[in-house]
């Protein structure tokens, strides 16, 4: 007996996602009484934000079976992205501004509007992902992937490991993932917390930088209609962890505009990060409904925390049709690094005394990137889907708000509209 | 959670109380069957019953929110905007 939904089946930037939860899906897997030989699937998403980033990503994925309940999954994933992205330069209300962007043209900001940098990209990745049951109810999944884009490319692998335990009630999982990723921005690296006004200060060498996730896991059936999973992650980061594109503004504490030749430095971020977050999350079949929710506490030595808490409740219809309500809710708190503007004079009442900086350069760290920030994300949205015989097709329609903690950054709001079709051979 | 406005204070409340009152029911713990799992088993029952969106979502919120990962691990970056 075999599961589709054991299958490792993870794409690029959570290719390694997939290995875990494949396994952690296994507690269910095991109760699955339904053969498949290949299953083939697709997805294409848009995702696009208002007067900002769109994204068209695509992913195919093909799963094997193999002898002994074996499984090699393949994934191939292909982006677009586009458009305009935050630069971290702080809103001017009185003033236009002019920023430079990674390739050195100069815009001009009007008055009041966020400064964004024009982009356009695209990213192609492939992953591979084998799972074996072995004796006494072990499974392992191990996978490797490979992604690239123009100024960014990421390659690693994973190992999973998990134990049915309990005539299967229990499973325990540990996994561990890795990558190494190269950085080489466009138009060249930029030097920490230094003037960005031109576009000078970069250096034409590239940066790398390590990751290291690991999980431990335990998933739970409680009764004939319950299942329970509770995890622990902790992951380090090491090297390159800036973003080369952003910039954090230098105003005149007086005036609240960019000073004249030091408007803007490059932002600096440590070289280490570990995070660590616990996840847990129940799944209950009531009597005409599925309810799934789950609460994601994380924090790491960037001083970020945050709750997430993800609410999807499932109603199957008439007809093998589904319909699917998903209610997410993401609070964090900035990085201890995080600043809107740094500012040069004197202290006055609407300034953080720890914003006055007489020089940028002798910073440990600092980043205006309003991610960092604190900030509260808000996602609503349906899924609706249809069964056949040989196959599904479900289509979902989300809306994502994303709004500043301060109400110094312009509210975000995007559009996620994605279509899969699965099918069975 | 201190500095969250009241009516996402609210929402926070609502779904772990929610949780709590799931999880109640859900502890009426059971050791069942291999023939009962038959609920369980169902596509829509699965931890992960949709792979494909779980990497868009992954996608979508690592590159948009400073946290990642939690449900699995999560390798590998991009240059995410």
Redesign the interface.
Known sequence: MV?P?N?P??????????????L??L???S???EEVGIQA?S?S?L?AEYER?R?F?N?I?VTKELENEQTLTAKF?VDV?A?A?PNGAATIREATQTITSPSGNQTNIAAGKQATNP?F?Q?MGISFDWSKPWQHYWTTTSGI?Y?T?R??S???G?L?IGKDL??R?TTLTA?????Y?H?KPQGGTPIELRIADTGNNKLAQSKH?I?????LGV?Q?????????I?Y?Y?LRQGYLNDP?KVISYLDSGTGLPRIGSKYYYEKRPDSRK?Q???S?????LKNH??S????Y?F?D?K?R????D?KL?T?LKNQH?LQWHAR?????Q?YFYRYALYNGNLNADINSRDIVVNPATLNAASADY??G????YTLGA?YKIRFKWAEI?T?LEY?Q?RD?NNLFAT?HAV?L?M?VKAKF | MRSLHPKKYFFVINCLCLFFILLTTACDYQRIKPWHRDILSQDRAQLVSDTLEFDADEHIYSSKEAPKGGQGIGGGGCGCN
């Open positions: 599961n939904q299958k089946t993870r794409s690029i930037r959570a290719a390694l996602s997939a290995a875990t939860c494949s952690l899906a507690s269910t897997p109760i699955k009484a699937s997805t998403m995702y980033v994204v990503e992913i994925s994933v992205m458009g992205s982009f990209d990213r992937f992604s884009e100024d960014y990421a390659s690693g994973s999973s309990f005539n009630h996994a561990i993932a890795g990558s990723d950085v930088k990751f290291v996730d690991s999980v998933s059936i409680l009764n004939r209609r319950s299942l329970l999973q995890n992650s992951g594109y995070m977050s616990i996840y999350r129940l799944l209950h079949h599925i309810v929710l789950s609460y994601r994380y790491d960037w970020i945050s709750h997430t808490v609410l499932t199957p589904e809710m993401h609070s964090q708190q990085a991610r960092l604190s900030l509260y994300s899924k479900d979902r994502l994303q903690k975000l996620i994605q899969t």
